[in-house]
């Protein structure tokens, strides 16, 4: 019970310390939250880039091996902007940030909980939570919809390229199919889901982070227990966007 309960407790101190906060009263340092920032945006396009562009890639490659056989080319760019805005984009972005953000946060944590570093500032007063955890939390909520508009890129110049050189389909008819398909609820639903995982990245690695046991051990547990709960948490969610979707019409 107390494996299920910790996890939620810390879900209601994290949100309770957002909505503290919500009016400017933020209680963490500036330069902390420019770092994390940093290191949550700028630091991660290119992993974002290769990684998305790569799998619209073969998201196009796999679609063109079918639909060619059936003189249907053109609709690689369907299968490429639709998969790419709903499912994917959202859901490579968020693994590859888990195992990149999530990972940096449960690392720094931990050890800063082994050195100590936690209890120093609970002796000051100042929450934990506050301090750390919510500077991280904003810093994904900030920039993993950033980030899925940037993958989304990324997949759609996969799939163009493989379509182009591929296929030799004409750029201007493969561009003019994709924005034919791609409509605001693709996007609306990729964005939602981007929130929702950024959320979950960064709570997941500053869960595990401060409750990591203190030696250098505890480190690379933190770490590991961090990225596979975030990835198996974005799968799962995603499977939970899949089904709410489809009961409305989306």
């Known amino acids: 019970m107390t494996t299920v309960l910790a996890p939620l407790a810390f879900l209601g101190e994290a949100l309770l310390a957002l909505v503290r906060g919500m009016p400017g009263r933020w209680r963490f340092r500036r330069a902390d939250f420019a770092r994390v920032l940093a290191d949550s945006s700028a630091r991660a396009l290119p992993i974002v880039l290769v990684v998305n562009l790569l799998v619209g890639a073969i998201l196009a490659f796999v679609g063109a091996v079918q639909l060619v056989k059936f003189g249907a080319g053109i609709f690689v ?6 998969a790419v805005a709903r499912e994917m984009g959202a859901v490579i972005t968020a693994v590859v ?24 500032l609970q002796v000051l007063g100042l929450p934990a939570v506050d301090h750390l955890v919510v500077p991280r939390v904003l810093a994904l909520l900030v920039m993993m919809p950033l980030l899925y508009a940037y993958g989304c890129a990324a997949g759609f110049m996969g799939g163009f390229l ?14 003019d199919r994709s924005l034919m398909v791609l409509q605001g609820t693709h996007l609306a639903l990729g964005f939602s889901k981007a929130l929702v995982f950024g959320l979950l990245v960064a709570l997941a690695g500053c869960f595990h982070g401060l409750n990591a046991p203190r030696h ?15 990835i198996v948490g974005v799968i799962a969610l995603d499977a939970v966007f899949a089904v709410c979707a489809n009961a409305l019409g989306v």
Not at 98 to 110: K, N, V
């Open 77 to 82: 760019a369907d299968l490429v902007a639709i």
């Open 97 to 120: 940030m888990c195992g990149r953000t999530g990972a940096a946060f449960a690392s720094e944590l931990a050890t800063m909980h082994a050195n100590e570093e936690i209890d120093a």
């Open 162 to 175: 493989v379509g182009w050189g591929m296929l030799q389909l004409a750029p201007q008819a493969y561009l």
């Open 216 to 230: 250098a051990a505890g480190v690379g547990q933190a770490a590991t227990r961090a990225v596979v709960t975030g």
